[in-house]
């Protein structure tokens, strides 16, 4: 499989090259250059299987050329071995129709785990035979930060420096950051937001000198490893209700597009889904955009749902390369809109859009009004960013479809809001009870590039 960029202006790699690169040179994401097709026998086999099987059979024909068969097995295997629940993403009924897909058993109590852990293991197979080694710098809202230092925690041959924003991510969130003690661990709290943060990696990954000089390879979001191991839970959630024998929906609380573009994928791929529904907070620039008001930047406002508080969805672009006919031309125009301000989407490609993707947005109040509701109705204690998900989720539900909403973080990473919400305090599962008493280790940060520079060029291994 080769990969190719939605700007149509960078070289096509394969998958490892996409891996380790992260961002395209011409600005762009990469993409597959076909997406793969799975026939409906193909995926009516996989219902019962164990997680990590179904994982081969749908992420194969993406990595194959990369990697041995077993060599994938293997890393899937190790991946996974260390999440706190058998089934890795089990599925609970909320209501007629309604399922919640809990996405938060892996080492640091959400989603994103489950990309992280897979892409820890894929670049340590890859630098080991490539006798290399690279720095890996991410920005997160909090979630990506501490799956990245887990996943990467304790290897010799990767760097690994997390930028956050200064004093607007959870506690659990900062500490899974900071008290890891691996010398190849560098939490950074920039003063800013997540945007500035965000704005910044790109700015690095721009700059060609230090982006070779150091080796820079990122794991965001934008990274397609990571989007393609979140399309494994989107099969297996939807054999467990009945898929391929009949349709199902999906509501994602989203920040950065790239957990509902992996299910855009699987719909791509011959999963038989409905409706993807993005659920936002009040940082609502997905929903203003999928009713049709353009994809204009407001300022971002801190809520209770931290890891959505994005104005500026990065893996949009790759569902807008689609809207767009494949038109890497007409994707890297829209992006150069987006420098001053923003853009509006043509007729053609909001209608491709609409195809697939629905929308709503919930506000403060909603999200702690769910809490308790979920709580007294369906006696499940859920985070605020699932809270979201759920009542979009309930506000999309059919008799005939079965919706199920991902639930991408663990109550116990956001107590103060589940607290408030519902009077009860989420404990952390025991096998990370003693997270408060552990030594914290940061540096606060300028919002500058330079600094940013400056500080990575100083701490990285020789
Ligand atoms: C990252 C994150 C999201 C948003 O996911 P995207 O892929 O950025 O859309 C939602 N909820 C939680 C808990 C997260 O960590």
């Not at 999963?271 to 659920?279: C, E, G, K, M, S």
Request: negative net charge; contains cysteine; charged residues 25%.
């Amino acid at each position: 499989m080769k990969y190719i960029s939605t700007r149509g202006q960078a070289p096509e790699l394969t998958f490892e090259e996409a891996m380790l690169t992260g961002l395209a040179r011409d600005g762009g994401l990469y993409l597959p250059a076909e997406i793969p097709v799975m026939s409906h026998d193909e995926i009516a086999a996989l219902a019962g299987l164990p997680y990590e099987e179904i994982a081969f059979r749908v992420m194969w024909p993406y990595v194959s050329g990369s990697f041995s068969e077993d060599e994938f097995k293997d890393i899937i295997a190790r991946a996974y071995e260390g999440f706190g629940h058998d089934a890795r993403a089990p599925l609970k009924q909320l209501n007629e129709n309604h399922f919640l897909l809990e996405l938060f058993h892996g080492p640091t109590l959400a989603f994103k785990d489950f990309a992280m852990q897979l892409i820890g293991h894929l670049f340590q197979v890859a630098l080991k035979r490539r006798n290399d080694r690279v720095t890996i710098v991410g920005a997160t809202s909090g979630d990506t930060g501490s799956a990245a230092i887990e996943a990467f925690r304790g290897l010799d041959a990767v760097d690994v420096f997390i930028l956050f924003p200064h004093g607007r991510v959870s506690e659990v969130q900062r500490r899974q950051m900071t008290t890891p003690a691996d010398s190849n661990v560098h939490a950074l709290a920039v003063d800013g937001d997540f945007d500035d943060c965000q704005a910044a990696l790109k700015d690095m990954f721009n700059d060609f000198d230090f982006r070779d000089g150091v080796k820079l390879a990122g794991v965001n979001s934008i990274n397609f490893a990571r989007v393609l191991a979140q399309i494994v839970y989107y099969f297996s959630a939807a054999v467990s209700v009945g898929a391929p024998h009949r349709k199902v929906s999906f509501t994602v609380p989203t920040g950065n597009f790239g957990d509902i573009f992996a299910g855009y994928l699987a719909k791509r791929m011959g999963l038989p889904i409905d409706r993807l529904v993005v659920a936002t907070n009040q940082n609502d620039i997905l929903h203003r955009c999928l009713s049709g008001e353009g994809y204009f930047k407001g300022d971002t406002i801190p809520s209770i749902s931290p890891s959505m508080d994005i104005q500026v969805s990065s893996n949009f672009e790759r569902a807008l390369y689609y809207a767009y006919g494949e038109d890497g031309s007409a994707v890297a125009q829209l992006m150069d809109e987006l420098k001053t301000g923003g853009f509006n989407v043509s007729q053609g490609a909001m209608e491709a859009l609409r195809e697939s993707f629905d929308s709503g947005r919930v506000s403060e109040d909603e999200t702690l009004e769910t809490i308790k509701q979920t709580l007294t109705h369906s006696a499940e204690l859920v985070c605020p960013h699932s809270a979201i998900g759920i009542k979009v989720g309930e506000e999309h539900r059919s008799a005939e479809v079965p919706m199920i909403t991902l639930a991408t973080a663990h109550p116990a990473k956001f107590p103060a809001a589940v607290e408030k919400a519902s009077g009860e305090h989420p404990p952390l599962p025991s096998r990370m009870s003693d997270l408060y008493e552990r030594p914290e280790r940061v540096t606060r940060i300028a919002n500058d590039l330079d600094a940013l520079e400056d500080h990575i060029k100083g701490h990285i291994a020789e």
